[in-house]
C-alpha cells in the first residue's frame, strides 16, 4: 500500500500530494496537483456516497458520512494536518498554555466570516464547544469531559480551563464535534438553523432532500482567501456500490466513495478515472470475549493469532490493497508503534501456543458474523478454515448488523469481527476505548474484551497527564508492546479508504481520519 | 347501493388496521438489537446508551410503548425518527411520491407490456404467438427483480446511455426519466402474471355466447377482438394490479435500492436495519393503508365495469 | 405467497372448452424433464462434482473457466461449478419444504373457512387482510430479523405470509363443492362434519391448491434468493444460489458471470416448474 506523501510543512492551508495505487504506466493516478496547472474556478462537485446524511448538527451525529460532510460546513479552532500526525492553527492562529497545565487561552484569527457574512468572535466559540456536552445523550459528550469551563475575555481570545492536566485537549478541541456555530444559532431557532446550517467552512447548505442529496453552495466569506475553487458540491445517497460505480464511469458523479476493492484494479485502466488510495486510522481485528472459555488463557488467544494468515485475508477480502496489523493503533496515526510486536502468521508458534494452553487438543466456539456484510462473510469462512489444524471448531454465528453491535457490546459472543478507528489525532482516544478496562468514563472494557490490565491503565492516564511528546508517545509504545503481547484481540489488517475519482478532479485529498477539505478541490473544465 | 358497499368496506378496514399496527409494532420490537448501540458505534460508553433509552422512550415495557404510540397515532403524531431526528411523517411525505410514482410506472408499464402481448396469445390460442408468448411468461417469472434491474442499468443506462444509472434526477424531467429504468423492472416482475390471466380473460370471452353472435352477425376478427376481449381484459387487468398491490409494493423495497431511489422503500430498509423503531412503523401502517386503499378501490372498480357483480 | 395471485373472483364467464382428447400436454412433459434433470444432478452432486463446495483456494480466486474448474472459480477460490450443484440441492430443498407448510396451514384454513362460514370465516378472513396488507418483502424481513437469519426463519416467514393464497383458493372450492349434490346426499346420509371434510370435499377442492402451489415454488425460490440479495438469506458457508448472486453482485462489473450463472439456474429451474405446473394445470383442469 503506497502513503501519502507527507510534507512537514503543513501550513493547513493546502493540501499536498495525494499517492494512488497504480500499476506503472497505464493510468495517470499520480499526484492531483502535479502537471494539472493553476487551479480553475468554478463548477459543480458531484460526491456519490454510499449512505445518507443523518444530521448536520456536530454534537448529534456518529456517522462517517454526516461528520464529513459536517466538516466542510463547520470549522474548528485547530484542525488536523494532511498526514494525520499534527495539529495545525485553524479558526485560532495560537494558543497558550499556564505553567499548571490547566489554563489553555487561545487567540483567534481575524477577519473570519460566517457564511452569512457576520464575524468569528469569542462567544460562537464558547456557545458551539458548551453544546458539545450539554446533554447527557449527545454521542460526543466524553471529548469534553475534561473541560471545566470556557470564558471569553474578548472578542478574539478564548479561554479554556480543564478540570485536571489534560494533554490530549487540544486534539480534542480538532474533533469535528467541537466545530464553530454562531452563537444562539445566529438568531434562528435550534431547528430553524439546522433545516439551512451554515458555518465559518467553505460550503453553506444550500438545499437538503434526505435520502437522496445535500446540496451546498459556496461560502462568499470564506476566509481563506481564493477559496473554494467549487461553486457547488453535492453529495448524493447511493448504497449501491455498483451503481455509484457506473455512475462516475458514466458522468453523473465526479467522486465515487469507497468502490470495492475487487473493482480498483477495473476502474484504475478505465480512461477518464483514477483511483486514490489513502491511508486510513482503521484497523480491523478479530476480537476475543474473556469473559468466555477459553479465552481468558493468554495461549489461546496467541495461539489463534498465530494462525491467521492475514496476508491471504488481504489477498482475498482488500484484493492486495493492506498490510497486516501489528497494532492497534495504524500507521497512519503518531503514537504508532512500528516494532510493536502484533503477532503474525506463524502456524508451528500457533501450536506450540496451543500446546501450552488449557485446552491443548482444541475446543469448539462461535463467531459472530454480520449477514450481508461481504468482506465479514469471507473472512470468517477463511478464519474457520484456518482455525481447523489447531482442533479449534468454529461455528458461524450470523446476525445481522445491528444485533451484531448489540451482542458484541452486550458481550454475548466469542469471537467477533470489529474495527476501530480514531476521531481525533491524539492516541487517547482509541487507547480509552480499546485497551483499557472497566466503564467509567470513555471506556468500554477494552472495546467488550473484558481486557482488564491495571499496569495498562495506568499507562493510559499517565500519558493524558504528560505534556512531553517523547514521554507520551514511550508509554503508547509500553502499551501497544502489552496488548499485543496479551493478544487481546487478533490484529488483522489496515485498509486505506478508497475513491474512484475522475480526472477532472484535483486537489482531492483524505485525511487518516476520513475527512476532506474540499476548499482545496478544483475541476477542470 | 354502492355508496353502502362502500361504507361496510370501510368500516371493516378498522379492525385490519389495528391488527397491522399491533403486528408492526410487536415485531419491529421483537427484533433484537438496539438502536442506541448501534447509533453510537463503539463509543457507547453505558452512560449514553442509558441516557439514550430514556431520551427515547425505550426504557418503558413493551406493552407502556406501544399504548404511547397509539396515543400519538391517535393525535396525528407519528412520532420522530430515532436516527435522523426529524419527524416520520416529515420524512414520509418527502418521500411517498418516488414510490407512488414507481407503482404508478410499475402499473402502466405492466399494462403496456402484457395487453399487446395478451392480444397477440388469445388471437389464436396454440398458435406460434401464443407459444411465444407462454415461453417469454414463463422464462419470466424466474427472474429474480435485483437482477433484471442490473442487467437493464449496464445494457440501457452504461453502454447505450439511454437513461441516468440510477438516482432520482434533480428536477421534474429528471424525476420522470430516472423512473422510467425502475418502473421497467418492477412492470416486468409482474408482467409474466399479468399475461397469463388477461390472454385467459381474452380467450374465455372470445370463446363466449354474446361473441359468437357478434361473429355471426358478420363482426370482423380485430373488432371483436378489441370491442370484447379488451373490455373483458381490463376488468382482469384492475384485479389482477389490485389484487397484487402488496406485491408491487413490496417490489419497491428492493427496486428503490437497486436504483438508489429516496422512496419509502429504501427508507424502510433501511430503518429495519437501524432499528429505527417510529419510521418502521410508520411506514408500514403507511404502507398497509395504501394496500388497503386499493383493493377497496379495485373492488369498487370491479364491481363498475362488471355490471354482473353483485356486491353483496 | 400474498404474491402475484392468479385468482379472479368467480364471476368471469366461464369457457366451456371443446373437450380435449386426453393427451399428456407438452408442457407437462418439457417440465418433468428439465426438473428431474436439475433434481438428479442435485442428488447426484458428489459425483458431477470433483471439489468439495467450501473448498477455498485463495491463490487462485476469480479464475475464468478452465479445465479444472468448468466454470471458474469465485472470490475465495472456491469451485462454481460444484457452487452451482449443491446449491441446486440447497435452494430445491428449502424452496420444498418452505412451500409444503403455508399450503398446508392455508389449505386447512380455507376450508375450514369456506365449509363452516359464519364467524369462523369472518375471522380467518380478517386475518388474512390484515397479513395481506403487508406488503410482502416488509413482513418478511421483519420476521427473519425477529427469528434471526437462518433456514428455519425463512421457513416460518413464507409461512406467516403466504398461507393467504391457498385459504382464499380452497375457500372458494369449498364454497362450491358445499353444495355440489354428492355433500349434500352425505350429510343427508349423516356422516360426521370432518369425515365429510376430510374424505369427500378436501380431496376436490386441493387440485387448485396443488397447481398454485407449482407456481409459488417458484416464487419462494426467488423470495429465497431476494432475501439473500439483501442479506438475510441462508447463511454461509452453505452454497447456494442466493448468496452465490449476492456476493457476485461486488463483480458485477468486472466477473459479471458470477452473479448471472446462478441468476440463470434460478431461471431455468423456475421454467421446470412453471412448466410442470402449467402441464398439470391442464391435465386437472379438463376434468
Known amino acids: 500500500m503506497k502513503r501519502t506523501l507527507t510534507s512537514a510543512l503543513a501550513a493547513g492551508a493546502l493540501s499536498v500530494a495525494v499517492a494512488a495505487c497504480g500499476s506503472s504506466g497505464t493510468s495517470p493516478s499520480t499526484s492531483s496537483t502535479s502537471t494539472a496547472g493553476a487551479p480553475q474556478r468554478g463548477g459543480t462537485l458531484i460526491f456519490a456516497r454510499s449512505a445518507d446524511i443523518l444530521s448536520l448538527d456536530p454534537t448529534q451525529i456518529t456517522d462517517n458520512e454526516s461528520i464529513w460532510a459536517s466538516e466542510n460546513i463547520?470549522?474548528?479552532?485547530?484542525?488536523?494536518?494532511?498526514?494525520?500526525?499534527?495539529?495545525?492553527?485553524?479558526?485560532?492562529?495560537?494558543?497558550?498554555?499556564?505553567?499548571?497545565?490547566?489554563?489553555?487561552?487561545?487567540?483567534?484569527?481575524?477577519?473570519?466570516?460566517?457564511?452569512?457574512?457576520?464575524?468569528?468572535?469569542?462567544?460562537?466559540?464558547?456557545?458551539?464547544?458548551?453544546?458539545?456536552?450539554?446533554?447527557?445523550?449527545?454521542?460526543?459528550?466524553?471529548?469534553?469531559?475534561?473541560?471545566?469551563?470556557?470564558?471569553?475575555?474578548?472578542?478574539?481570545?478564548?479561554?479554556?480551563?480543564?478540570?485536571?492536566?489534560?494533554?490530549?485537549?487540544?486534539?480534542?478541541?480538532?474533533?469535528?464535534?467541537n466545530g464553530i456555530l454562531p452563537a444562539n444559532y445566529g438568531g434562528e431557532s435550534e431547528a430553524q438553523f439546522f433545516a439551512h446550517p451554515y458555518g465559518t467552512g467553505p460550503f453553506r447548505v444550500q438545499q437538503w432532500v434526505k435520502g437522496s442529496q445535500l446540496v451546498l453552495v459556496r461560502n462568499p466569506y470564506y476566509w481563506q482567501k481564493g477559496k473554494p475553487y467549487l461553486s457547488k458540491v453535492i453529495f448524493t445517497d447511493v448504497p449501491n456500490d455498483n451503481t455509484r460505480s457506473l455512475q462516475l464511469q458514466g458522468g453523473q458523479a465526479q467522486i465515487d466513495e469507497f468502490p470495492p476493492f475487487s473493482a480498483i484494479?477495473?476502474?484504475?485502466?478505465?480512461?477518464?478515472?483514477?483511483?486514490?488510495?489513502?491511508?486510513?486510522?482503521?484497523?480491523?481485528?478479530?476480537?476475543?470475549?474473556?469473559?468466555?472459555?477459553?479465552?481468558?488463557?493468554?495461549?489461546?488467544?496467541?495461539?489463534?493469532?498465530?494462525?491467521?494468515?492475514?496476508?491471504?485475508?488481504?489477498?482475498?477480502?482488500?484484493?492486495?490493497?493492506?498490510?497486516?496489523?501489528?497494532?492497534?493503533?495504524?500507521?497512519?496515526?503518531?503514537?504508532?508503534?512500528?516494532?510493536?510486536?502484533?503477532?503474525?502468521?506463524?502456524?508451528?508458534?500457533?501450536?506450540?501456543?496451543?500446546?501450552?494452553?488449557?485446552?491443548?487438543?482444541?475446543?469448539?466456539?462461535?463467531?459472530?458474523?454480520?449477514?450481508?456484510?461481504?468482506?465479514?462473510?469471507?473472512?470468517?469462512?477463511?478464519?474457520?478454515?484456518?482455525?481447523?489444524?489447531?482442533?479449534?471448531?468454529?461455528?458461524?454465528?450470523?446476525?445481522?448488523?445491528?444485533?451484531?453491535?448489540?451482542?458484541?457490546?452486550?458481550?454475548?459472543?466469542d469471537m467477533a469481527f470489529n474495527y476501530d478507528t480514531t476521531d481525533i489525532i491524539d492516541?487517547?482516544?482509541?487507547?480509552?476505548?480499546?485497551?483499557?478496562?472497566?466503564?467509567?468514563?470513555?471506556?468500554?472494557?477494552?472495546?467488550?474484551?473484558?481486557?482488564?490490565?491495571?499496569?495498562?491503565d495506568r499507562w493510559a492516564e499517565q500519558a493524558e497527564r504528560t505534556f512531553s511528546l517523547s514521554a507520551r508517545k514511550a508509554l503508547y509504545d509500553k502499551i501497544q508492546t502489552q496488548v499485543a503481547n496479551d493478544a487481546v484481540m487478533g490484529y488483522l489488517y489496515y485498509s486505506p479508504f478508497v475513491y474512484a475519482v475522475s480526472t477532472k478532479v484535483h486537489g482531492f485529498t483524505v485525511y487518516p481520519t476520513g475527512n476532506y477539505h474540499l476548499e482545496n478541490v478544483w475541476l477542470s473544465h | 347501493m354502492l355508496l353502502r358497499y362502500i361504507a361496510r368496506r370501510l368500516v371493516l378496514v378498522v379492525p385490519v388496521a389495528l391488527g397491522v399496527t399491533l403486528l408492526a409494532f410487536f415485531s419491529i420490537h421483537l427484533v433484537p438489537g438496539d438502536p442506541a448501540r448501534t447509533f453510537l458505534g463503539d463509543r457507547a460508553t453505558p452512560q449514553t446508551v442509558a441516557a439514550l433509552h430514556r431520551a427515547w422512550g425505550l426504557d418503558h415495557p413493551i406493552p407502556v410503548q406501544y399504548w404511547l404510540f397509539m396515543d400519538r397515532l391517535f393525535h396525528g403524531n407519528l412520532g420522530q425518527s430515532l436516527y435522523y431526528q426529524s419527524s416520520v411523517a416529515g420524512l414520509i411525505i418527502s418521500r411517498?411520491?418516488?414510490?407512488?410514482?414507481?407503482?404508478?410506472?410499475?402499473?402502466?408499464?405492466?399494462?403496456?407490456?402484457?395487453?399487446?402481448?395478451?392480444?397477440?396469445?388469445?388471437?389464436?390460442?396454440?398458435?406460434?404467438?401464443?407459444?411465444?408468448?407462454?415461453?417469454?411468461?414463463?422464462?419470466?417469472?424466474?427472474?429474480?427483480?435485483?437482477?433484471?434491474?442490473?442487467?437493464?442499468?449496464?445494457?440501457?443506462?452504461?453502454?447505450?446511455?439511454?437513461?441516468?444509472?440510477?438516482?432520482?434526477?434533480?428536477?421534474?424531467?429528471?424525476?420522470?426519466?430516472?423512473?422510467?429504468?425502475?418502473?421497467?423492472?418492477?412492470?416486468?416482475?409482474?408482467?409474466?402474471?399479468?399475461?397469463?390471466s388477461l390472454r385467459t380473460a381474452m380467450i374465455d370471452a372470445l370463446n363466449s355466447d354474446y361473441v359468437a353472435f357478434a361473429r355471426a352477425k358478420g363482426?370482423?376478427?380485430?373488432?371483436?377482438?378489441?370491442?370484447?376481449?379488451?373490455?373483458?381484459?381490463?376488468?382482469?387487468?384492475?384485479?389482477?394490479?389490485?389484487?397484487?398491490?402488496?406485491?408491487?409494493?413490496?417490489?419497491?423495497?428492493?427496486?428503490?435500492?437497486?436504483?438508489?431511489?429516496?422512496?419509502?422503500?429504501?427508507?424502510?430498509?433501511q430503518s429495519v436495519l437501524d432499528r429505527d423503531f417510529p419510521v418502521v412503523q410508520g411506514i408500514t401502517l403507511i404502507f398497509a393503508v395504501i394496500v388497503v386503499l386499493v383493493y377497496l378501490l379495485t373492488d369498487v372498480a370491479y364491481a363498475l365495469l362488471d355490471p354482473r357483480v353483485r356486491l353483496g | 405467497m400474498s404474491a402475484p395471485s392468479l385468482e379472479l373472483p368467480a364471476i368471469a364467464p366461464a369457457a366451456r372448452t371443446a373437450a380435449r382428447h386426453r393427451r399428456v400436454p407438452p408442457s407437462l412433459i418439457a417440465g418433468a424433464i428439465i426438473l428431474g434433470?436439475?433434481?438428479?444432478?442435485?442428488?447426484?452432486?458428489?459425483?458431477?462434482?470433483?471439489?468439495?463446495?467450501?473448498?477455498?483456494?485463495?491463490?487462485?480466486?476469480?479464475?475464468?473457466?478452465?479445465?479444472?474448474?468448468?466454470?471458474?472459480?469465485?472470490?475465495?477460490?472456491?469451485?462454481?461449478?460444484?457452487?452451482?450443484?449443491?446449491?441446486?440441492?440447497?435452494?430445491?430443498?428449502?424452496?420444498?419444504?418452505?412451500?409444503?407448510?403455508?399450503?398446508?396451514?392455508?389449505?386447512?384454513?380455507?376450508?375450514?373457512?369456506?365449509?363452516?362460514?359464519?364467524?369462523?370465516?369472518?375471522?380467518?378472513?380478517?386475518?388474512?387482510?390484515?397479513?395481506?396488507?403487508?406488503?410482502?418483502?416488509?413482513?418478511?424481513?421483519?420476521?427473519?430479523?425477529?427469528?434471526?437469519?437462518g433456514t428455519r426463519s425463512i421457513y416460518i416467514a413464507i409461512t406467516v405470509v403466504s398461507w393467504v393464497s391457498y385459504a382464499r383458493i380452497v375457500r372458494g372450492e369449498t364454497q362450491v363443492a358445499r353444495e355440489q349434490e354428492y355433500v349434500l346426499s352425505a350429510r343427508i346420509a349423516g356422516l360426521g362434519r370432518t369425515r365429510i371434510i376430510l374424505r369427500?370435499?378436501?380431496?376436490?377442492?386441493?387440485?387448485?391448491?396443488?397447481?398454485?402451489?407449482?407456481?409459488?415454488?417458484?416464487?419462494?425460490?426467488?423470495?429465497?434468493?431476494?432475501?439473500?440479495?439483501?442479506?438475510?438469506?441462508?447463511?454461509?458457508?452453505?452454497?447456494?444460489?442466493?448468496?452465490?448472486?449476492?456476493?457476485?453482485?461486488?463483480?458485477?462489473?468486472?466477473?459479471?458471470?458470477l452473479a448471472t450463472i446462478p441468476g440463470i439456474a434460478v431461471v431455468i429451474t423456475g421454467l421446470g416448474l412453471s412448466l410442470l405446473g402449467d402441464g398439470l394445470a391442464d391435465v386437472l383442469r379438463v376434468e
Open chain 3, 200 to 257: 369427500h370435499i378436501l380431496p376436490n377442492v386441493i387440485t387448485q391448491a396443488i397447481v398454485f402451489a407449482m407456481s409459488d415454488i417458484v416464487l419462494d425460490i426467488l423470495a429465497i434468493v431476494t432475501l439473500g440479495y439483501l442479506g438475510l438469506g441462508i447463511p454461509p458457508p452453505t452454497p447456494d444460489w442466493g448468496s452465490m448472486m449476492a456476493s457476485g453482485q461486488e463483480f458485477l462489473t468486472t466477473h459479471w458471470e
Open chain 2, 219 to 269: 363482426a370482423g376478427g380485430t373488432a371483436v377482438l378489441l370491442r370484447y376481449g379488451l373490455r373483458n381484459a381490463s376488468i382482469s387487468a384492475v384485479s389482477i394490479l389490485g389484487i397484487n398491490i402488496g406485491f408491487l409494493v413490496g417490489g419497491t423495497l428492493v427496486i428503490e435500492n437497486v436504483f438508489a431511489l429516496p422512496g419509502l422503500g429504501s427508507l424502510m430498509v
Open chain 1, 265 to 413: 484494479s477495473q476502474l484504475q485502466h478505465t480512461s477518464g478515472i483514477k483511483v486514490d488510495i489513502f491511508p486510513s486510522s482503521r484497523t480491523d481485528f478479530l476480537e476475543f470475549n474473556e469473559a468466555h472459555k477459553p479465552f481468558q488463557d493468554v495461549h489461546v488467544r496467541r495461539a489463534i493469532s498465530y494462525a491467521l494468515n492475514r496476508k491471504a485475508m488481504i489477498q482475498a477480502v482488500l484484493f492486495g490493497h493492506g498490510t497486516p496489523a501489528n497494532s492497534i493503533i495504524s500507521p497512519a496515526l503518531w503514537g504508532y508503534d512500528p516494532s510493536s510486536p502484533g503477532i503474525q502468521y506463524n502456524l508451528a508458534a500457533a501450536k506450540r501456543e496451543m500446546a501450552q494452553s488449557s485446552v491443548p487438543h482444541g475446543f469448539s466456539t462461535t463467531l459472530l458474523v454480520g449477514s450481508g456484510v461481504t468482506n465479514e462473510e469471507s473472512l470468517a469462512q477463511i478464519i474457520q478454515a484456518e482455525l481447523k489444524p489447531l482442533g479449534i471448531k468454529v461455528t458461524l454465528r450470523p446476525v445481522d448488523p445491528n444485533t451484531e453491535y448489540t451482542e458484541i457490546q452486550n458481550g454475548q459472543y
Open chain 2, 96 to 196: 411517498l411520491p418516488v414510490t407512488l410514482l414507481l407503482l404508478a410506472y410499475a402499473a402502466a408499464g405492466a399494462v403496456l407490456i402484457s395487453v399487446p402481448l395478451a392480444l397477440a396469445a388469445a388471437r389464436r390460442p396454440d398458435g406460434i404467438a401464443d407459444q411465444a408468448v407462454r415461453a417469454v411468461g414463463i422464462v419470466g417469472i424466474g427472474m429474480p427483480s435485483f437482477w433484471v434491474g442490473t442487467i437493464l442499468i449496464i445494457v440501457l443506462a452504461l453502454h447505450a446511455g439511454l437513461f441516468p444509472v440510477a438516482g432520482y434526477g434533480s428536477s421534474l424531467p429528471g424525476h420522470l426519466w430516472s423512473l422510467v429504468l425502475p418502473g421497467l423492472t418492477v412492470a416486468i416482475s409482474i408482467a409474466p402474471m399479468l399475461v397469463r
Open chain 1, 74 to 177: 463547520f470549522e474548528p479552532l485547530f484542525a488536523s494536518a494532511p498526514n494525520g500526525k499534527t495539529l495545525v492553527p485553524w479558526l485560532a492562529t495560537s494558543y497558550t498554555l499556564s505553567p499548571n497545565h490547566l489554563v489553555w487561552t487561545f487567540h483567534l484569527r481575524h477577519g473570519v466570516r460566517f457564511a452569512t457574512g457576520a464575524p468569528l468572535t469569542s462567544a460562537d466559540v464558547k456557545f458551539s464547544i458548551e453544546r458539545v456536552s450539554a446533554k447527557a445523550t449527545n454521542p460526543f459528550a466524553f471529548i469534553d469531559a475534561a473541560i471545566k469551563s470556557i470564558t471569553t475575555p474578548d472578542k478574539y481570545t478564548v479561554v479554556i480551563t480543564t478540570k485536571y492536566p489534560w494533554a490530549p485537549l487540544l486534539a480534542d478541541v480538532a474533533l469535528f464535534a
Open chain 1, 427 to 456: 492516541p487517547d482516544e482509541l487507547i480509552s476505548f480499546s485497551a483499557m478496562g472497566g466503564t467509567t468514563g470513555q471506556k468500554t472494557r477494552a472495546l467488550f474484551t473484558n481486557y482488564n490490565n491495571p499496569q495498562v
Open chain 3, 37 to 149: 434433470l436439475i433434481v438428479a444432478a442435485a442428488i447426484a452432486a458428489p459425483l458431477i462434482t470433483s471439489y468439495n463446495p467450501d473448498q477455498q483456494d485463495l491463490s487462485h480466486v476469480l479464475a475464468g473457466p478452465s479445465a479444472q474448474h468448468w466454470l471458474g472459480t469465485d472470490q475465495l477460490g472456491r469451485d462454481v461449478w460444484s457452487r452451482l450443484v449443491y446449491g441446486a440441492r440447497t435452494d430445491l430443498q428449502v424452496a420444498f419444504i418452505a412451500v409444503l407448510s403455508p399450503f398446508a396451514l392455508g389449505s386447512l384454513l380455507g376450508v375450514l373457512a369456506g365449509y363452516f362460514g359464519g364467524w369462523l370465516d369472518g375471522v380467518i378472513m380478517r386475518l388474512a387482510d390484515v397479513v395481506v396488507a403487508f406488503p410482502f418483502y416488509v413482513l418478511v424481513i421483519l420476521l427473519v430479523f425477529v427469528l434471526g437469519p
